[in-house]
């Protein structure tokens, strides 16, 4: 049994762990490290986190990358908040409830709303270089916004330029110890509160590090899918570690595809942003028909979850697996300024955006699916704390409003800062020594061909059987196929990718379950079997909690209502 302390240490606790840990301590030494407040991700919600409780308090963070291999890093189209005159928090509560089809809860939006216009004041104040035009913020438009409300940076650069300025002024403030390259395998809990963490380090060694407060902002889960918008870092590790140190995770089932990421054979794949389709390009068939036209009045700037059916089923219709984006109508020089990403990343596979159709299909994007937060991002596990991709705090529903979730990782990430004061302020005990509990034998682990090989394998099934279109069918397919691939993995050694692979297949899992269980169509659920929305019976959440077996245990419970008008009004307007 693993032992962590400092010299000084004087305090004791045992862990207790329902499930084990995922590492072994295999004989090696443990490191150990401590902290007022620990923080797991270095996106656009762990990034808000640590700058805002450094103002206070003793933060370490802890990334399994570095700070330029996340979601946020690469988001380009923007975030979105009503700071026009001709707009209102009311406009984008209603766009967001509409885009949600019935399972937002509406009080996580309103705080979305209201309060993101001034943390992107906030930001701008900083300094952070959002395009301008004349001292002017320039708003784009994209999908589902009634009106243009996109903050943006560098054209279609906005994540790399709010994420460098957040790690700038972390750094230049010198208040948070970084660690990149530190793979987190475990949250620690001690009967029942969260004290900390259990990271794997580069050079193959375990480090514990307790702190008085978690803040888990681990991102997506889009590697679950053959094919992704999500860097490599997305593999649902946040929600799989919470799920096993007693989280209560929410609406599993929801993983939303982006319609246009550019179609070849890369994994990630290079997203074409929304807002192309904002400044006007089109959808076509192979025929060159615009088929977003009469499926909805925005047309091709639709709801994400009606334009990926839509060109799900004009694919299968064709016999192609992709459709063609055009923006070949609109003027060359602005392309080129406004998606310098794009435009670029095109070119180097071949494509010009001003001159040719651009192949694009649909990938998994964004995971509606999370950890249950309230709305200052405390987590059903005391002491832990969670922001950004990671949760489900009710703010998207069954479907995310475009350039919604930078915006709630600043929102939400900014709360947790405040609710830390309270939590903190109160009289916390410091964690000073650990008994772990962990496994002592040496393990081989898998080999790394056999890793790869098997997550292929689930990528593949849960693409063709739990992706776009679902059935019970193809469902109880897939739930064999994942019992098949974790039958066939040895207990992990100490290599990122068996544990990562452990983390998919847990998502993966939890994915299709609730997804058999969900007997309708909403959002970005689709069920060729149960094809339309069925409020009656499913206008409910699917929470899902480790059983004392060891096995998951799934409940719906009912959603908090909207007003029905405010969400109907947007979805087909
Ligand atoms: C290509 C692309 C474009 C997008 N464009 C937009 C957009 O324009 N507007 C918008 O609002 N949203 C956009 N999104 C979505 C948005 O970028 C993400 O939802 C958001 O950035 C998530 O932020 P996050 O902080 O939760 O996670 P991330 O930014 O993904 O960061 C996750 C962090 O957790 C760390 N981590 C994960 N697992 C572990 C572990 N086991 N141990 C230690 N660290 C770990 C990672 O290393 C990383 O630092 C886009 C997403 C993609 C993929």
């Excluded at 997305?234 to 007693?246: F, H, I, K, P, V």
């Excluded at 807002?275 to 036209?293: I, P, S, V, W």
């Excluded at 496994?439 to 776009?468: F, H, K, Q, T």
Aim: contains cysteine.
């Amino acid at each position: 049994m693993g032992d962590a302390s400092p010299s000084s240490a004087t305090a004791g606790a045992t862990v207790v762990r329902r499930v084990p840990y995922v590492v072994a301590q295999g004989g090696g030494e443990i490191r150990y490290s401590s902290y007022d407040v620990l923080v797991i991700g270095g996106g656009i919600g762990g990034l808000t986190a640590a700058g805002g409780a450094s103002r206070r308090w003793n933060v370490g963070l802890l990334t399994k990358s570095s700070f330029d291999d996340t979601a946020t890093f690469f988001a380009q189209g923007g975030i979105a908040a009503a700071l026009a005159p001709f707009d209102s928090p009311v406009l984008h509560l209603r766009d967001t409830l509409a885009a949600g089809d019935g399972l937002c809860d509406e009080a996580a939006v309103r705080i979305l709303v209201e309060e993101g216009p001034e943390r992107v004041r906030e930001l701008d104040r900083a300094g952070i270089r959002f395009d301008k035009r004349k001292g002017q913020l320039i708003l784009g438009t994209e999908g589902a916004h009634s009106v243009p409300r996109i903050v943006h940076a560098g054209g279609d650069a906005t994540g790399s330029v709010v994420a460098g300025a957040l790690v700038d002024a972390i750094i230049a403030g010198s208040r948070v110890e970084l660690h990149e390259h530190e793979f987190v395998v475990d949250l620690l809990t001690d009967q029942g509160r969260c004290v900390g963490a259990l990271s794997l380090g580069r050079d193959g060694e375990l480090t514990v590090s307790l702190a008085r407060a978690v803040v888990l902002a681990a991102g997506g889960a889009g590697h679950v899918f053959a094919s992704t918008t999500n860097p490599d870092v997305s593999t649902g590790d946040g929600q799989a570690m919470a799920y096993r140190a007693g989280a209560v995770l929410r609406d599993m089932e929801f993983m939303q595809f982006h319609p246009t990421a550019f179609h070849g054979s890369e994994n990630p794949t290079l997203l074409v942003t929304e807002a192309l389709r904002g400044e006007g390009a089109y959808l076509l068939d192979r025929n060159g028909g615009r088929f977003m036209l009469g499926v909805h009045p925005r047309a091709e700037l639709a709801p994400r979850d009606i334009v990926t059916r839509k060109a799900h089923e004009v694919m299968m219709r064709d016999g192609i697996d992709f459709v063609h984006l055009d923006a070949r109508h609109l003027p060359c020089p602005h392309l080129r300024d406004r998606f310098p990403t794009v435009y670029q990343g095109l070119l180097k596979r071949g494509y010009n955006l001003c001159s040719d159709l651009i192949p694009v299909s649909p990938a998994s994007h964004y995971f509606l699916g999370g950890v249950v937060t309230d709305h200052w991002g405390r987590t059903s596990v005391s002491g832990l704390y969670a922001c950004g991709e990671v949760t489900s705090t009710g703010a998207h529903g069954a479907n995310r409003l475009a350039s919604n979730s930078l915006l709630e990782g600043l929102v939400f990430g900014e709360r947790v800062v405040r609710d830390l004061e309270r939590y903190l302020s109160g009289s916390r005990p410091s964690v000073r020594k650990i008994r772990l509990g962990l496994a002592e034998e040496s393990r081989e682990g898998n080999r790394g061909e056999d890793v790869r090989r098997l997550r292929r394998r689930l990528g593949l099934i849960m693409s063709r059987l739990c992706g776009i279109v679902r059935s019970a069918e193809g469902l109880e397919e897939a739930e064999t196929v994942v019992a098949e691939v974790r039958s066939q993995l040895r207990l992990p050694g100490r290599d990122p990718e068996e544990l990562e692979l452990i983390n998919l297949l847990t998502v993966a899992d939890l994915m299709v379950r609730a997804a058999r269980m969900r007997e309708e169509s909403r959002g970005v659920h689709l069920r060729s079997d149960f094809p339309t929305r069925n409020d009656a019976l499913w206008r409910r959440h699917i929470r899902v909690a480790l059983g004392a077996q060891g096995e998951p245990e799934v409940h719906a419970e009912r959603a908090l209502v909207m007003a029905p008008e405010e969400e109907e009004k947007g979805r087909s307007a």
